[in-house]
């Protein structure tokens, strides 16, 4: 796949009118990629959507499809079928965060989180891996989590099912790497997007202190490992430093955490 900008190859992005995923929609049609911007939030979605066509000069189809339904990857491959087009680019960044014990989880958020995180994507790609390996060439992209490196409470859905994202497209990296299709995965330390309105986390602060990186850092990163046809990204120093201090962490020092932990609850 060329970075120039005169390729007309179509690039699909979920996730894509805020945060990483409008980023890295922003990244693919500064290189002349037109998009598929999928969002269940219709109005922000049909404002992203017209901010791309009218900066990059790309065509830009927005599908509002709510990932988390049951019956949502069925549905967001029918409209693409229905818009003729193959995408050469896709890329599963649609995601959810919430904080808490396994335990009081609500379980319509459970299976929402699941469903968007493991369900959908294995589906899509699937589907879409099946049309790049028939062409010879394509790209995949996950964004995972630096969350995927250890098991930590509170997280206990959020980082496994980043786990699974890492984990599956590493697995189908190998899978089609004979075929000319690439799969990469990125993994970013907590980045400031709207992931984190409904904690207690400041982001603007976070940000301000180098903590968290910018959605435009990830999404430019995660490109350009992406066409360069890397394996694996974790984005920034201080992403890695966190990955890295996460493989490390042992499992009575996670299990001391949590005993102590003031952000969770304790008998």
Request: aromatic share 8%.
């Amino acid at each position: 796949m060329s970075e120039g900008r005169a390729t007309a190859d179509w690039a699909l992005v979920t996730g894509a009118c805020s945060g990483i995923g409008l980023a890295i929609a922003h990244q693919l049609a500064a290189r002349g990629h037109p998009l598929v911007v999928v969002s269940h939030r219709a109005q922000a979605l049909e404002e992203a959507a017209r901010a791309l066509a009218a900066q990059h000069q790309v065509q830009v189809e927005p599908l509002c499809v709510d990932l988390a339904r049951e019956s949502a990857a069925a549905e967001l491959i029918a409209h693409v079928e229905r818009l003729g087009i193959e995408p050469m680019v896709v890329v599963n960044n649609a995601g959810v965060f919430f904080f808490g014990e396994v335990a009081d989880a609500d379980p319509a958020k459970v299976a929402g989180l699941l469903q968007l995180h493991v369900v959908t994507p294995s589906l899509l790609s699937r589907h879409f891996a099946r049309a790049m390996r028939a062409r010879r060439r394509g790209h995949l992209l996950f964004v995972s989590s630096i969350s995927a490196w250890n098991d930590f409470p509170g997280i206990a859905l959020y980082g496994a099912s980043k786990r699974y994202l890492k984990s599956f497209g590493l697995a189908l990296r190998a899978e089609l790497a004979v075929w000319g299709v690439n799969v990469t995965v990125v993994a970013p330390g907590a980045t400031a997007t709207g992931l984190y309105e409904s904690t207690v986390v400041d982001v603007q602060k976070a940000r301000r202190f180098g903590v968290m990186a910018g959605p435009e850092f990830v999404a430019r990163a995660a490109v350009q490992a992406m066409f360069a046809g890397r394996a694996l990204s974790v984005p920034g120093v201080t992403a890695k430093l966190f990955a890295w201090a996460m493989w490390l962490a042992p499992r009575w020092a996670i299990v001391r955490l949590r005993r102590w932990a003031p952000w969770l609850p304790r008998p």
